[in-house]
């Protein structure tokens, strides 16, 4: 699945960046066992399951969180664009 990544911008306890996803199956992201992920959907459509939790499909204006050492999978409806502020900075 293809995706986008840029990093918006960095201070010392976090990093902002910008995700653009495109629509090609399922995904999943490995567990980052030391950095925390809150993520909000601004554009697009996409279901997520974390944790091994039931999948949620989530659209424009929801949000999400990614517990660090914890598994993210993923399906893009539409084409998605995620903002996801990363603490601590990666």
């Known amino acids: 699945m293809p995706v986008r990544e840029?990093?918006?911008a960095?201070?010392?306890?976090?990093?902002?960046?910008?995700?653009?996803h495109d629509p090609a199956g399922e995904a999943a992201a490995p567990p980052d066992a030391e950095h925390?992920?809150?993520?909000?959907?601004?554009?697009?459509a996409l279901i997520v399951s974390i944790a091994g939790g039931p999948?949620?499909?989530?659209?424009?204006?929801?949000a999400y969180v990614v517990p660090a050492g914890?598994?993210?999978r993923?399906?893009?409806?539409?084409?998605?664009r995620v903002v996801e502020a990363i603490g601590p900075a990666a």
């Open 74 to 80: 993923f399906e893009v409806l539409e084409p998605a």
């Open 10 to 20: 960095r201070g010392r306890h976090v990093e902002l960046r910008l995700c653009e």
């Open 6 to 8: 840029h990093v918006v």
């Open 70 to 72: 914890e598994r993210c």
């Open 55 to 62: 999948p949620v499909e989530l659209h424009a204006g929801d």
């Open 36 to 44: 925390d992920r809150v993520a909000y959907v601004q554009e697009g």
